[in-house]
């Protein structure tokens, strides 16, 4: 226990029992996804696979996410988006690496989702980039942040409908000149995923510049 964990102690995102973000309990209630899905199509898949033809070839080539949006999970990931919790970071991670799938690539890079640099300005934090950094710590994976950039400060998507979703983040994402990602397996890193369009936009530079494996990885999708 630190120094500010006295002043501002820790309650449970779910119970507000006092000690720890996420609490055995609560952690018990967590809504895990057990039927993963292909991140295209967005029916079931074996280990989260994209379907054979759904695949393109600057695709994702498959998505894993640990649970359904909503309770606990739904409940930590607004702490730390819009209540700047970010210290709620550890306790995610930790759930994401104790689900970590055995199916899983052995990825050469994580690379966080990248907010656009005004929105990042004022959250004062990338979530997605704390959440790699973090996971890359635990996983000894390298993590690769200022690769993938959000060229254009897109609306919000949690302001849109499942259709201007999709329209909204069209070539959103690029990645600075002269980097060669040849042969290189990658798992882009966010927070949550619901139509998996951010994942399957950020997905075409990587493989455009040489990138074998692309997959999202999610706290939570829905």
């Known amino acids: ?9 820790r309650r449970c995102v779910g119970c507000s029992k006092f000690g720890t973000y996420l609490c055995p309990s609560c952690i018990g209630k967590i809504e895990y996804i057990e039927k993963p899905i292909c991140p295209v199509c967005g029916k079931q898949s074996i280990d989260g696979i994209t379907h ?35 210290d709620l970071i550890e306790s995610v991670s930790d759930l994401l690496i ?33 959440l790699s950094h973090s996971l890359g710590k635990k996983l000894d994976i390298a993590v690769k ?4 950039i959000r060229k254009i400060n897109t609306i919000p998507q949690a302001d849109l409908k499942l259709k201007e979703r999709l329209k909204n983040l069209k070539d959103s994402f690029s990645l600075r000149a002269k980097i060669d990602l040849s042969g290189k397996k990658i798992a882009l890193i966010d927070d949550v995923s619901t139509t998996r369009s ?12 040489g990138a074998d494996i692309v997959w999202g990885i999610a706290l939570a999708h829905g």
Not at 100 to 122: A, C, G, M, N, Q
Not at 145 to 148: G, R
Not at 198 to 209: G, I, M, R, S, V
Request: proline fraction near 8%; hydrophobic fraction near 40%.
């Open 52 to 86: 054979p033809h759904c695949l393109s070839k600057y695709c994702l080539d498959g998505l894993f996410a640990v649970a359904h949006y909503r309770g606990i999970v739904k409940e930590a990931i607004h702490l730390i988006k819009y209540r700047f919790v970010s």
């Open 145 to 148: 942040e200022k690769i993938l």
């Open 1 to 9: 226990m630190n120094f500010l964990d006295l002043i501002f102690p």
């Open 98 to 130: 104790s689900n970590w799938p055995k199916t899983l690539p052995e990825f050469d890079y994580l690379i966080p989702v990248p907010l656009h640099s005004k929105r990042e300005k004022f959250r004062g934090f990338n979530q997605s980039s704390l």
């Open 198 to 209: 951010t994942f399957l936009e950020c997905a075409k530079p990587l493989k455009q510049h």
